[in-house]
């Protein structure tokens, strides 16, 4: 969106309708070992590969939504450890915190003043997607407000 390059191709998933035969661990251990790996500190998405790298009780899970008919943050949510901020916007705001405070140390670092000009706008963006389902509808991106979020 903000380069002139194109896009990088991406792989697809497989197309399945059930988990594989090899892969037959119960929808409840999935669910337990999902809210385990979010109460240690784990995002959703590193939740997700860490399923697929180590598995539970030793059985790797290729797709916990196949298995368990539920993405992992429907799991979090239903077992209260949903994070209060949706992982996209919460590294973006990691981002322009530390390209800000990259900015007052180096004043005339004109290539990440249009960096962090990039990152504020998806911010921005993400903030008008996310408002009324996961954000507060007066919700508004400043600054102060990211660094209040993210301590």
Known sequence: MHTRRRGQSGS???VADEPPEWSDVDAEDIE???VE???QGHEPSQ??????DEGVKGTPI???KLATGKKITAILEENDAAPELPEDLRNLMERAVRLREHMD???QDKQNKRALQNTESKIRRLVSYYQGDELDED???SYDVAVELLD
């Open 105 to 107: 140390e180096n004043p």
């Open 139 to 141: 919700f508004t991106y």
């Open 32 to 34: 337990s070992r999902v």
């Open 47 to 52: 939740i997700g590969l860490k399923l697929r």
């Open 12 to 14: 697809d998933k497989p």
């Open 37 to 39: 790996l979010a109460e």
């Open 62 to 64: 290729p797709d916990v």
